[in-house]
């Protein structure tokens, strides 16, 4: 997957995540290497599709986290994940502290994937590695965008 950790200003767009432990993490927290605190603010998460075997995403939601934007993405769900999965943490190496598997409950309390969807995203052959996108996909414009 992808791991953003203690970082600011990280752009995260269009990528696919699939079958990795951890789709994306936006983590890293609380860090305060070389004397001065760490911050993990001012990111961008969006338009990727994310299939992870543990978690799709991973969001620190604690001190010196502020101004993260994760919306607009694409989760997968099937028979073997019926839901999405995000972990939501305030504490240091804790990636599955509250888990959310409603978009809208996580938007409406967390303020993340307001414009977030779930179901499959109709890749044309996800076990030959070939993740474009069938026609008329529901996630349509959303993760990798290149040529097999």
Known sequence: GIHISASSGAIVENNTCYHNRWGIVLHGMPRSAFGAPRT??????????????????????GAHASDNVVDGNFYMTNSRKPTPRIGITAQHASYDRQVYTNLSKLAAERGFEAHGASGNPQWVNPAQYDFRLQPHSPAEGKGWKGKV
């Open 40 to 61: 993990l603010e001012h990111n961008r998460i969006r338009n990727n599709i994310l299939d992870g075997r543990v978690l799709d995403a991973v969001l620190f939601v």
